[in-house]
């Protein structure tokens, strides 16, 4: 935190305790600032800030985030909302990669026709930057609005040279890392059985998690996958009571029912995930199944059986 020209390092406190010395603080009339983690995700903060009439102050948050690689390409997620027009909105993204960058690319949930021409990408080999810099007059929703369009996700993708089949080695600190990817593998077709537990504990929060990520799931899925859904609570079902090639058509089916998977009853977890294994097996059997392909059963459940075999 800098003010009147003075940096203020911050320290990492147990969330009690950094509450508590923030509202002394507060109390005492000085200028105070917190900054937590905001819901479940580590990567939302929540600032809160006491300072005097006519003063300005900065925040500087610097983080660690692990970036996952799905479907051959980097993704990192920057959440805008800044819900007001901003005077000096600008967001900056420098990527440096020693093995060499291949490809870089841009998108986001919110940008118009207007808002595209500003993004800026620069690649040179190692590095890379992107600028997102919108005025005042660029973020309004409409020309005389004070309403602003950046509300959404700004997605960077990129990829690093795989042509080391060795792959590359990171040292920091006398400790080193060895990342390999295989490139140009084929792609092996998988049959995957979704269980999802819809019973009572699961409702709220955790059933629309779970509908969210099997939404996700589906979305994800290649033409050449299999896939069926089993829904339980004290009962089950089976979605459409077959199997089903990953067509966009039956993909889109599937996600319309997702959509209305609701949380009711108890949980009888081990006789669905016997259905899922017979149905893989039949499926096999009738030759329903690529012949070179992978089966898998994901289940997705809160915890622990209160109906049905509960101690196998």
């Known amino acids: 935190m800098t003010l009147d020209g003075v940096t203020y390092v911050g320290v990492v406190k147990e969330k009690e305790a950094a509450q508590k010395q923030y509202q002394q603080a507060v109390s005492r009339g000085q200028t105070a600032g917190l900054v937590k983690v905001s819901g479940r ?5 929540k600032v809160s800030v006491n300072i005097g009439s006519t003063k300005k102050v900065t925040f500087e948050l610097i983080y660690e985030e692990l970036l996952k690689r799905n479907l051959g390409k980097y993704e990192m997620n920057i959440r805008v909302n800044p819900k007001q027009l901003v005077k000096h909105f600008q967001i900056d993204v420098h990527i440096f990669e020693p093995q060499g960058i291949s490809f870089l690319d841009v998108n986001s949930t919110f940008q118009m026709n207007n808002l595209t021409s500003l993004v800026k990408k620069t690649l040179s080999g190692t590095k890379a930057h992107i600028s997102f810099k919108p005025t005042l007059e660029q973020q309004r929703k ?27 080695i990171q040292i920091v600190n006398g400790y080193f890392v060895h990342h390999f990817a295989p490139a140009n593998l084929t792609r092996i077709p998988k049959n995957v059985v ?25 979305a994800d899925m290649h033409e050449q996958d299999h896939f069926a859904i089993i829904i339980f609570d004290h009962h089950y079902s089976i979605w459409e009571s077959t199997i089903f090639q990953a067509t966009p058509e039956n993909v889109d089916k599937a996600k319309a029912f997702v959509r209305t998977i609701h949380a009711a009853g108890g949980t009888n977890i081990n006789d669905p995930m016997l259905e899922a294994v017979q149905l893989l097996d039949k499926a096999h059997r ?6 070179r392909s992978v089966s898998m059963i994901i289940l997705l459940t809160d915890g622990d059986p209160n109906s049905g075999e509960s101690d196998p």
């Open 194 to 218: 979704f269980v999802i537990d819809h019973s009572g504990s699961m409702s709220g929060t955790k059933m629309h998690q779970t509908n969210e990520a099997l939404l996700k799931i589906l």
């Open 286 to 291: 009738d030759k329903q199944l690529p012949e």
């Open 41 to 45: 995700k580590m990567e939302k903060f």
């Open 142 to 168: 409409c020309p005389d609005c004070h309403d602003t369009v950046l509300n959404g996700d700004f997605f960077v993708y990129y990829d690093v040279n795989r042509d080391l089949s060795a792959g590359s």
